[in-house]
């Protein structure tokens, strides 16, 4: 292409962009993209709730630590590392799609961190670190108000300038019957037997009581409601990703429990929910919902060497030609580039070291539709996940629904 | 805080908003679409919006995530690829309307793939380099110009079939 060929075809894309771009409203975009951001916030929060009660209960109790958790800032989830894995076996993609395979663990334990044990204190449960600098305190008479009551201390290694890390919780009564209103800053983890949870994790190089400097630590805390009583739990770590991911299991590992020690959440569920239908496609299982898809069956596409193939499955009948989809592309990690997290969400898959997603309000031909995208990496392996469901609330949570059966082997 | 990231924001959109909304048309091919791509890349930036002002270079960070948004997973799904493959013919619009060759040129466009198609804008509207170009779509420069060699070959049939074979050919007219 010469350079006259050049010059007249960016002539003719700057009229064509003249020509077919809208009068830029400005105040409009700004309203939107903060609703937008807004909702997808509330989308997230709620999502990590959904995630983390979901594999807590799958795997029996309060073991999955790690998936309830908060970034430095203290504003939402980041997964880690010791999500339970699953015994699923790779299947050859294949249309139609393999026989049912098992997606959810059978409730097999699964470990707490290293070294990390179980405490329980007020019918509340929950997991301590190692390297306890003196035995735990407790203190089982103090009497309940909205300042103080009953108190459990676990009292860890120092962390130099006269900080230690700790561990405490407190049972008090609720002021006004309900906990202290909370701000932005916090999160909602999904306690089991707990309401009204809300949770940070931070750094602080502060005192919080003088404000002046201190030693550099993460400090983590929850606070929630059960059987009347609010109930509070403080925490110090080190600095660093470590101390956060011992804020984060901390909070995980919470539930509220019966006199008799059981959970008080309902029993077992599936982590398929009630009419969908598992899919396993090159170790990486997940649920689809049950339809018809005689119409549009669902079908492998080989990309091409330097990405993974890809499974797409067309459900329900959105309007406009649109249909839900579920598109599920794996391939080796170092095969593709993991972009696109700009904008996105931490969030917890099982058996992956990292996941990624967003969940939004898109137009396809016309139609609304609620779309989620998800990116996960476990081992050498990535998942993308796109997918679209009907709009409003019920796609959303269908959404959630999907991210909540996935698992990356 | 927040009053301060919704003024910074705000001056950004009115100060590169249309800019971005142009490209957005373009690569997407309708302005609905281009303002939905718009809307869904501001929002990003607005809950990333330390980290855009981090950037040297804030306006390309946010058209990166635009192109992004475009070629990503979700919008790959879409039916509007589909669409595209039973794009009416070329030329069937009136010739002596003062938009047949922005019809002509936008119909071409629609031809082309995503990813070609984004090649050609980004290339020729935005005018990056093939290594900027590379840069903002997450892929290698010889990538980028196969992308674009292809483009190119596929424009000078669909803009003047059966003539002089070169892009000239709607300017010449309406001159």
């Not at chain 1, 018809?292 to 990309?303: A, K, N, W």
């Not at chain 1, 091409?304 to 599920?328: F, H, K, R």
């Not at chain 1, 972009?339 to 990292?354: I, K, L």
């Not at chain 2, 908003?17 to 809307?39: F, I, K, N, P």
């Amino acid at each position: 292409m010469n350079d006259h060929e050049t010059t007249v075809l960016a002539e003719r894309l700057n009229r064509l962009a003249d020509h077919q771009t809208p009068q830029l409203d400005v105040v409009g975009q700004v309203r939107a993209a903060r609703e937008r951001h807004r909702r997808q916030r509330l989308a997230r929060i709620g999502l990590v709730g959904v995630a983390a009660a979901t594999v807590a209960i799958v795997v029996g109790v309060t073991t999955a630590i790690g998936t309830v958790t908060a970034s430095s800032d203290g504003e939402v989830a980041r997964p880690t590392t010791s999500a339970p894995a699953t015994t699923t076996t790779d299947a050859a993609p294949t249309t139609p799609p393999p026989a049912a395979e098992p997606v959810v663990p059978s409730g097999e334990p699964t470990g707490l961190p290293a070294g990390w044990e179980w405490r329980t204190f007020q019918g509340v449960k929950f997991a301590v670190p190692p390297g306890a600098r003196i035995a735990d305190a407790v203190d089982e008479h103090s009497e309940p108000s909205f300042m103080d009551g009953p108190s459990f201390t676990w009292n860890g290694p120092p962390l130099g300038a006269d900080e230690y890390s700790y561990v405490e919780v407190t049972v008090r009564e609720p002021f006004e019957g309900g906990p202290p209103p909370r701000d932005g800053d916090f999160f909602r983890p999904s306690i089991p037997g707990a309401d009204e949870a809300n949770g940070y994790v931070q750094t602080r190089d502060d005192d919080p009581g003088t404000g002046r400097p201190t030693v550099e630590r993460t400090v983590a805390g929850v606070q929630f409601m059960a059987g009347g009583r609010l109930v509070g739990i403080n925490a110090q770590f080190p600095a660093g990703p470590a101390g956060q991911q011992m804020g984060r299991a901390l909070i995980a590992s919470l539930s509220v429990t019966s006199p008799d020690g059981a959970t008080e959440t309902p029993g077992q569920e599936a982590a398929v929910p009630a009419g969908w239908e598992p899919r396993s496609f090159l170790g990486v299982t997940f649920a689809v919902p049950s339809r018809d898809t005689s119409r549009y069956p669902e079908y492998v596409d080989e990309i091409g060497p330097s990405e993974g193939p890809q499974l797409i499955w067309y459900g329900a009948d959105l309007g406009g030609d649109v249909t839900e989809a579920v598109n599920v592309q794996v391939g080796d990690r170092s095969g593709g580039a993991l972009t696109g997290y700009d904008g996105w969400d931490p969030v917890a898959v099982r058996g992956a070291q990292e996941a990624y997603m967003v969940i939004d309000t898109g137009h396809v031909n016309g139609v609304e539709v609620t779309e989620l995208s998800l990116t996960a990496v476990g081992g050498e392996r990535y998942a993308h996940f796109a997918c679209r469901f009907q709009v409003g609330p019920e796609g959303e949570q269908m959404a959630r629904d999907l991210i909540a059966t996935i698992t990356v082997n | 805080m927040t009053d301060y990231r919704d003024a910074e924001f705000t001056d950004f959109v009115a100060d590169h908003g249309g800019r971005l909304l142009s490209t957005a048309c373009l690569v997407t091919g309708d302005a609905h679409l281009g303002e939905d791509l718009l809307q869904t890349t501001l929002a990003k930036a607005y809950g990333s919006w330390a980290k855009v002002c981090a950037a040297d270079h804030p306006p390309a960070y946010v058209r990166r995530m635009m192109i992004n948004a475009h070629l990503g997973w979700v919008r790959r799904l879409t039916n509007t690829e589909r669409v595209l493959e039973i794009f009416p013919d070329v030329g069937g619009g009136d010739p002596q309307s003062a938009h047949a060759e922005t019809d002509e040129m936008r119909q071409a466009l629609l031809r082309l793939s995503p990813r070609v198609r984004t090649a050609i804008v980004l290339r020729y509207f935005e005018d990056l380099t093939e290594a900027e170009t590379a840069e903002v779509m997450g892929c290698s420069r010889s990538t980028v110009n196969n992308h674009v060699s292809k483009g190119l070959a596929a424009l000078r049939g669909l803009l003047a079939p059966g003539r002089d074979g070169d892009l000239t050919t709607a300017s010449r007219r309406n001159q």
